[in-house]
Nanobody, 127 residues
Framework: QVQLVESGGGLVQAGGSLRLSCAAS????????IGWFRQAPGKEREFVAA????????AYTDSVKGRFTISRESAKNTVVLQMNSLTVEDMAVYYC????????????????????WGQGTQVTVSS
């Protein structure tokens, strides 16, 4: 099985930054799409960003474009979500997810499309 471990969450003031990491293990990820999702209290789980491991193409939800950056550190099997200019609307539990795609080169945007998930890391933003 694929194991995913998120880290880097914490408390930050509005306007500040956090760097989340997703450490992956279990197999090679050249055929995988790695995504970040978040879930705030009373809200549905929401797509944030994704990256194709091979080639490094990225996708973002509109609300984080220009503020968040997803990237990979291949040697460490790690995906990073750099979050800048945080607002209280970004406060949520952030989850890393992985989906294997052998024949599809695009992105997955729905949580049901990802079979592997980390445990989540809490991001708290104070005003």
């Amino acid at each position: 099985q694929v194991q995913l471990v998120e880290s880097g969450g914490g408390l930050v003031q509005a306007g500040g930054s956090l760097r989340l990491s997703c450490a992956a293990s279990g197999r090679a990820f050249s055929t995988y799409c790695i995504g970040w999702f978040r879930q705030a209290p009373g809200k549905e789980r929401e797509f944030v960003a994704a990256i194709r491991w091979s080639g490094g193409r990225t996708a973002y939800t509109d609300s984080v474009k220009g503020r968040f950056t997803i990237s990979r550190e291949s040697a460490k099997n790690t995906v990073v979500l750099q979050m800048n200019s945080l607002t209280v609307e970004d406060m949520a539990v952030y989850y890393c997810a992985a989906a294997q795609s052998l024949y599809y080169s695009g992105f997955y945007y729905q949580s049901r499309e990802y079979p592997y998930w980390g445990q989540g890391t809490q991001v708290t933003v104070s005003s």
